[in-house]
């Protein structure tokens, strides 16, 4: 039996052997193996942060990673920018009949080796199995659960002003540029890797730096303009980039060229965004290229006095420019 | 605009559209109106119930239900069986191109509904879109998180000892019995009805009655069989069941006769099994009566002194079978 059937997602006596020998191979930690309908945790001693995220990505197997990484990569990411340290997630699986359990092992085994760097456990899990044509091989959700002890630093979003920083920790778009790369009726042999990573550590580092850093994002699906202008609508302040000091790859520019692209609109799996007081946007920029996760760390721009809540991005050309929310899809399954 | 499109997934304008105008209509809470990666809970006194849970059930709409009711009781059951006050859940929709917005808002406000009878927060949500053919409508994911407090029941399953009773809330086999006359395939006119409810309230009642409820479980898939086969193994206590004193609905055991299926392995989303002291499975019996969800609750087996570890069944004919764990699967998606 080297396939997923039917019968792996029925409850009944095969669910069990997946769960004892695979899950349990690569997950296993005290919680998990209560085996209960719940799993119960401990007491968490401050604010609970939780967020939750489905990856339905094609290829799951990609340049940088897999759909196992990134499942536990984004979800990390999406409570460390929070300002939260994660400590547990959850992994439930929607998996197509006749998937390859060689496929599944290398994914749950991703997922274990990225739930292990990150330090959290995985504390619940749930299999589903659908059949043929009715999924596309395999889609993982996770949930997050992190903990903001009550000195934690917490992002202070309403402070925003004229004059902070935005910076970026490294060059943009290469997790969709990679991904595209990658799609069958492409069949571009390029070698954009995705960056897919989680930024728990980076994170750390940037605020031991500085307590001024006033909110921080990762700039996913939408891209950094996505996330930036979501930014602006929220705070009602304007933005200014400098498109000459935003890092992009060689590669992913001419790639995105070819297909009329933006790279500021192409997901990110390993980038984050802050905005800093213009005061410690030195310290922090400084701790981030320590790091290897920010070793390319540049300002990008600044905060501006503008009433009209707007993006702008001034080009290499001189000219400054309104970047809008996107609409539309290039392309679906980024992540 | 009537259908999901690639662009309600895209993480731009037309999915902040799709979360402001359907989501928080239905999802409104001031935890989920943080709008950030993660969303950022009050402390949680006492120890934490986490569970996940996808749900793939094909019709996503049934007598009784929809997949949006069944994807929050799901969840709700697991964590109250487990002794945990439901009070937070998340959603994550992965939806197919071209899924009607009509029935995104039925299910949403199922979701809505339920959620706010059980008493628990939507607290994050995501949304995937799929090309078309890519999965069957809609899957969810829901992942809760619950309470047990300080001085809260606790399930004590290693005191499970002879004479132990075995009650069941309900009639059985109601929940994959209903959903299988409802598959095209099938065409059969039935008024089985799914048993999809929230069984919390119902817990409580029990809770409040005795505290020697030794271990609750909701019977779904594999149902009642499959579920107190677990707690055979896991505890190592043998139990018997008396086949007369099971609540079957006659339609039930009709349409499963026809079909030789054994209702015994059919799934259920609205029923517990519990088992009690012998002193006190009155008590808890009558409390369980005494609610909506359980007035057809009965005593249907119990604890017996074998050392084989096996669940036996008395049958109306008088004779002691062995009841195995399920294995294959009859019809995948039930839930």
Redesign the interface.
């Known amino acids: 039996m080297d396939q997923i ?3 792996h ?8 052997k997946l769960i004892e020998e695979l899950f349990y191979k690569y997950f296993n930690n005290d919680i998990l193996l209560q ?22 990505i094609n290829p799951i197997f990609f340049k940088g990673g897999d759909i196992g990484k990134l499942s536990v990569c984004g979800t990390i ?3 460390a ?2 300002g ?1 340290t994660p400590l ?1 997630i ?5 998996i197509e ?1 006749g998937f390859l359990l060689s496929d599944l092992e290398k994914i749950v085994k991703s997922i274990g080796n990225t739930a292990k760097y990150a330090k959290v456990k995985i ?4 299999t ?4 043929r ?4 091989k395999i ?1 993982i ?1 996770t ?4 903990v ?1 002890k009550d000195n934690d630093y917490e992002p202070k979003v309403i402070d925003i002003k004229q004059g902070d920083k935005i910076i970026v920790s490294g060059s943009i778009g290469d997790h969709g540029t990679s991904i595209m790369t990658q799609r069958e009726f492409f069949e571009v042999d390029s070698e954009i890797k995705s960056d897919c990573a989680c930024l728990n550590y980076l994170i750390i580092d940037m605020i031991n730096a500085s307590k001024n850093i006033k909110i921080m ?2 700039p ?3 891209g950094l303009a ?1 996330t930036l202008k ?1 930014i602006v609508i ?1 705070t009602n302040k304007s933005m200014i980039l400098n498109e000459e000091d935003i890092p992009i790859k060689d590669d992913v520019k001419n790639f995105c060229e070819m297909l009329g692209l933006d790279p500021l609109y192409v ?1 990110n799996e390993g980038k984050l965004v802050c905005i800093v007081s213009q005061e410690e946007s030195d310290k922090v920029l400084e701790a981030m290229r320590k790091n290897k996760l920010g070793k390319d760390a540049s300002i990008i721009g600044e905060v501006i006095n503008d009433i009209n809540a707007n993006l702008y991005i001034k080009t290499t050309l001189g000219a400054t420019k309104i970047l809008q ?5 290039l392309l ?2 980024i992540c």
Chains 1, 2 share one sequence.
């Open positions: 059937t039917l019968s997602g029925s409850g009944g006596e095969e669910t069990n085996k209960n309908d719940s799993s119960i945790i401990d007491k968490i001693n401050g604010k609970i942060a939780v967020t939750t995220d489905s990856f339905v990411n999406d409570l920018v929070s939260a547990y959850t992994v439930a699986f929607i009949e504390v619940a899990g749930d589903k199995v659908v059949d044509g009715k999924c596309d889609y959700n949930t997050g659960i992190g903001i994002r990762d996913t699906r939408g996505n979501e929220s997901a929310m996107a609409h539309g899809e679906p399954r």
